[in-house]
């Protein structure tokens, strides 16, 4: 699966471009900061910072930022694309939580006992 998404990727974005003069930041090296940070965790909020943090670097005169944002923009969404669900596992997760729900109706949800009484 990775391999079908790095194809598509790089056929996407086109040739790696100078986004930041500055700290002469790549848009491939943003696009493999964002890939790795959405593999640690899929729903995580990526920002500029967290991929100038990666870089061990910052964001100098900011001209850079609206790129960066367009690039982890595009890359979370391909990301994310290439990872969905069919309509038919969605079902199965939609029953799969109403079922729990279910489950959990009949729990107490507070500590003190059933005879307790507040003043």
Same mark, same amino acid.
């Given at each position: 699966?990775?391999?079908?998404?790095?194809?598509?990727? @790089?056929? *996407?974005?086109?040739?790696?471009?100078?986004?930041? $003069?500055?700290?002469?930041?790549?848009?491939?090296? %943003?696009?493999? %900061?964002?890939?790795?940070?959405?593999?640690?965790?899929?729903?995580?909020?990526?920002?500029?910072?967290?991929?100038?943090?990666?870089?061990? @670097? @910052?964001?100098?005169?900011?001209?850079?930022?609206?790129?960066?944002?367009? %690039?982890?923009?595009?890359?979370?969404?391909?990301? *994310?694309?290439?990872?969905?669900?069919?309509?038919?596992?969605?079902?199965? %997760? $939609?029953?799969?939580?109403?079922?729990?729900?279910? $489950?959990?109706?009949?729990?107490?949800?507070? @500590?003190?006992?059933?005879? *307790?009484?507040?003043?």
């Amino acid at each position: 699966m990775a391999g079908v998404y790095s194809a598509a990727l @790089r056929s *996407h974005s086109g040739p790696a471009m100078l986004v930041c $003069q500055c700290n002469m930041i790549s848009s491939k090296e %943003i696009e493999d %900061i964002v890939l790795d940070l959405l593999k640690a965790d899929p729903w995580q909020l990526v920002v500029p910072a967290k991929v100038y943090a990666e870089l061990n @670097r @910052r964001a100098k005169c900011s001209g850079c930022v609206p790129n960066v944002v367009d %690039i982890i923009v595009r890359v979370t969404e391909n990301y *994310h694309a290439q990872q969905a669900l069919e309509p038919a596992e969605l079902v199965n %997760i $939609q029953s799969g939580l109403e079922k729990l729900k279910k $489950q959990r109706i009949g729990v107490r949800r507070e @500590r003190r006992s059933t005879s *307790h009484r507040a003043a």
